[in-house]
């Protein structure tokens, strides 16, 4: 049994952690409630910038200075931005965690935001986003999204979008950053060779030291749409995302819905892999996804394939999911899913990284700890039937999304 801890501080920031004594190493991060959905449309990809710009150097430390620090005791340093929160996070042996603090806390509170600075990331950003758009694999996505999502801030690319990352100034930067970095909005995770009270007491002053803000706006919910859309592009393959609206982050559903994503395409035993890639190889990845949101979500399925075979393949997709729908999934595959979600979870426990993130996470998503006993515990509760009836209300005709991204001009038929 796994044993965490937990402490609200006086601001309202939160410290999570889970001590593992038998390693050497500690992961600690810095989880910020501030992602791509809660930007305005002329502010698309502030958050990322943001991202960037607590990089570029501190009062006490360059930039150089900030990305030597850790790397010279053999630690990492990094962060990204997802659309609902943004994280920074260390990894250090246990003898180096107060160095690992300094530096992650000095970026957080003291970074610079200096004009020059900003212009030089911004062009930073742009090829960034250039090469996003290089890799349609990856680009699809975001054309699924926004095709579900439309003009919902969830629908917009976490990068943002050039014209906008152009116009951003210092001052626009700076003043979203101290709007969004409040103690509400932070949790501070660690997993690793830790002392619970050692570790409070390290980072209790500095955080409850940040004043009190008014917490930040939830925004308003997705309307989800029915839509074909596709992207005109010079690429050797056809990429194509089919999906329907999914399940937001507090259903009791998701758990049926990790054993339907298993089944359908969440391996190379899954059902899509073995009738697209192994018995007609028409793809080289193929695979199912559910993204869920605070109040929303998105099931997806990929598929990169030659254009000659693209209405084939969309059609395979298409008769898996009606046949899934039809005659539900079998006891051995539900067993066998089962399985796999309990050995993969027990099995990235070894990575410190992996526990502070799953940490972090937690918290920042449902404000608790939800630890791996009670994953597998609600997993296992899982049925057949249930699985059977979240299919047939996921997959309802008029509610695909379909993306494709390739050389062809026409966008696909989507027929039920």
Same mark, same amino acid.
């Given at each position: 049994? *796994? ?10 920031? /939160? ?6 004594? $038998? ?33 570029? !150097? ?5 930039? /150089? ?9 053999? !630690? %990492? ?16 042996? @246990? ?38 758009? @290089? ?7 975001? *054309? ?13 690319? =976490? ?5 906008? =990352? ?28 830790? #002392?619970?009270?050692? *570790?409070? @007491? ?38 194509? #995302?089919?999906?329907?609206?999914? *399940?937001? %982050?507090?259903?009791?559903?998701? $758990? ?17 892999? +073995? ?19 605070? @109040? ?15 209405? +084939? ?5 298409? %008769?898996?999911?009606?046949?899934? #729908?039809?005659?539900? =999934?079998? %006891? ?7 399985? +796999? ?76």
């Amino acid at each position: 049994m *796994l044993s965490y801890f937990k402490e609200v501080l006086p601001g309202g920031a /939160r410290i999570v952690a889970e001590e593992v004594p $038998y390693v050497r190493s500690v992961a600690l991060g810095l989880w910020v409630k501030a992602g791509s959905r809660d930007e305005k449309e002329e502010q698309n990809g502030i958050s990322h910038f943001i991202e960037h710009m607590l990089f570029k !150097g501190t009062e006490k430390r360059s930039a /150089r200075e900030l990305a030597e620090a850790l790397e010279a005791v053999g !630690g %990492q340093l990094n962060a990204f931005t997802t659309k609902e929160y943004t994280c920074y996070y260390i990894r250090v042996l @246990d003898e180096h965690l107060d160095l690992g603090i300094d530096v992650l806390t000095d970026m957080f509170f003291n970074s610079r935001f200096d004009s020059n600075d900003v212009d030089t990331e911004r062009n930073v950003i742009l090829e960034e986003i250039n090469m996003y758009e @290089d890799s349609p694999d990856e680009l699809i996505h975001d *054309l699924f999204a926004r095709a579900l999502w439309k003009e919902h801030p969830l629908g917009r690319p =976490i990068l943002g979008k050039a014209e906008v =990352i152009k116009t951003l100034t210092r001052e626009e930067l700076y003043s979203y950053y101290k709007s969004k970095y409040i103690p509400q909005n932070v949790v501070i995770s660690a997993a690793g060779r830790i #002392c619970w009270p050692e *570790l409070v @007491d390290k980072l209790a002053p500095m955080f409850s030291s940040i004043p009190r803000d008014m917490i930040s706006s939830p925004g308003e919910s997705p309307v989800s749409r029915a839509a074909v859309v596709n992207q005109e592009k010079d690429t050797e393959q056809v990429q194509i #995302c089919l999906g329907v609206p999914g *399940l937001r %982050q507090e259903d009791e559903r998701l $758990y049926t819905l990790y054993i339907l994503n298993n089944i359908l395409g969440g391996g190379v035993s899954s059902r899509l892999f +073995q009738e697209i890639r192994e018995q007609r190889g028409l793809a080289y990845s193929v695979y199912s996804y559910h993204t869920a949101y605070r @109040d929303s979500g998105l099931f997806g399925i990929y598929a990169g394939t030659s254009p000659s075979n693209r209405d +084939q393949v969309i059609e395979l997709i298409i %008769q898996e999911i009606k046949k899934l #729908c039809r005659e539900g =999934i079998s %006891q051995e595959e539900l067993r066998r899913s089962q399985e +796999q979600i309990k050995g993969s979870l027990y099995l990235s426990l070894e990575s410190v990284s992996n526990r502070m993130t799953r940490l972090g996470k937690s918290e920042i998503c449902f404000n608790r700890i939800i630890g791996p006993e009670e994953i597998i515990a609600r997993t296992a509760e899982v049925t057949r039937e249930k699985v059977a009836q979240l299919a047939a209300e996921l997959f309802v005709p008029g509610r695909f999304v379909l993306a494709t991204i390739g050389p062809t001009k026409e966008p696909a038929a989507l027929s039920w």
